[in-house]
């Protein structure tokens, strides 16, 4: 049917149905105008098609398998191009934990696309809260306003839905191709954040979520967007907030319901340990809008707990005491030494593929390679040591006492240097990369 307008309105305007001789020629001069304003019309109306989604397409529901736990196992390889799905089902014959949410009761998976709509509204009309809790001061700050929302929503379909998917699933046209698999947002877990462990607050400053929309996550398929401009950049923020955080409850409530004997209580006592909560408040209707608020509420406390890093404590002149500790505490036996290498592998080199949260394998960095994902700055590597990579299970470091801050520099400056064997102190470049090794020595 659009195909058949298109068409009349192709030869419409081409002419093509106009006779040659003085009849066509005679209407051109009111056709034009006309046909030019046509095409400015059909040519909004197509663009504003494009740009966003359609008012009637709904979030999907999740239908893929949720990961309880990931195997402790390490895989020889990752799965292959393609394989994440058929590898994720059969993670329950090598130890791991896979819950299908195809198997709640169909009144309990109604119930919860009808509350999620509510609450998160569609792709077209995004929004966090029903507009009756009581979110719009928080929200607000967090930029979490339907407007960004919607502007957000435009240009995640234009830049990032192929890979991320429409509900943030991960699993777009491009995504199941790409290795390592793009974010599954709907746990609302990421790794690249820059918050203070201590307080216990495992959620992102938006902050860390536009860094990684500006500069991409190098030596993955996670491409850079800095050209685009300041607003979008911050509308995508929001955006990926909001899939977050709808994904969170999803996965949160089905994850708990499915386990046997659970029930909406589970939830209550689990998630929101501080509510009160009376017989009849004992059910999703109650829980989701408390819950979503809760959620809230660690994003936005999260965004006044920067880590900020001790003041840079050396001289240039002490910078190779500084890599010679940073190496002891890599790598060493040392009783204070931080076991850094015994995930790290030959400081990666030979690192084993292992399973993250999302069921996914990807391994410890080679850091002779010098390509990080959250950032090569030394801020950038001071947040991964401190804080660690929770969902692919490194730890933070535990440096304490009383040169804490001179340590946590210590190991920077190694990492910094480590990938560049001219900048090693020659005992560290030797146990490196071995004193007649696979790197030619400095002149
Ligand atoms: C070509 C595929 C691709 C495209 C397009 C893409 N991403 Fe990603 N994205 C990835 C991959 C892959 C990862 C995960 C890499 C990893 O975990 O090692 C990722 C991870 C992320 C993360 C998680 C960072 C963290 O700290 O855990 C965010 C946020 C993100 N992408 C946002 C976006 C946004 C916003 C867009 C569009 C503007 C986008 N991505 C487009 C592939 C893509
Ligand atoms: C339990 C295993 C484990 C231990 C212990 C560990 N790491 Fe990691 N580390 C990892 C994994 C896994 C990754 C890759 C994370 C990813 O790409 O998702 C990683 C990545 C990194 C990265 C790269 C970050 C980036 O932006 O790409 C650095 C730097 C790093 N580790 C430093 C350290 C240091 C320093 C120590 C010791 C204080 C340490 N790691 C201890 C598992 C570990």
Sequence with gaps: MFGTLIHSFHNWFF??????????RKNQWFREPVRFGAVLVLGLCSCADKEGYPDDLPYPQRVDLIVEEAPKLSPNNPSPPGGLEKSIANLGLVGGKILDPVKLPEATQTEITKLLAEQFGTPAQPRVGDGKTNLPELGKKLKLDSQTLAQGSVAYRRNCLHCHGLSGDGKGSSGLWVHPPPRDFRQGRFKFI???PAKNLNRPRREDILRTIRMGLHGTSMPAFGILPTEELEALASYVIHLGIRGEVEFTIEKTLLKPQSQVLNLFENYLPDEEVSKDQETLAFFV?????????QYHTAESQV???????????ELSDSIRRGFRLFSSQAPDAL????????????????YDEWGSLNRPSNLTAGIYKGGRRPLDLFWRIKRGIPPSKMPAATLTGEDEGKKTWDLVNFIEALPFPATLPEEVRNAVYGSTGRIAKPN
């Design 289 to 297: 809008p408390k819950f979503l608020q809760e959620i809230v509420r």
């Design 15 to 24: 002419g093509r149905q106009i006779p040659a001789g003085s009849k066509g």
């Design 307 to 317: 880590l900020v890093p001790p003041e840079y404590p050396f001289k240039d002149s």
């Design 194 to 196: 820059s918050t203070n």
């Design 339 to 354: 076991g850094c290498v015994s995930c790290h592998i030959d400081y990666g080199r030979q690192s084993p593929w292992q």
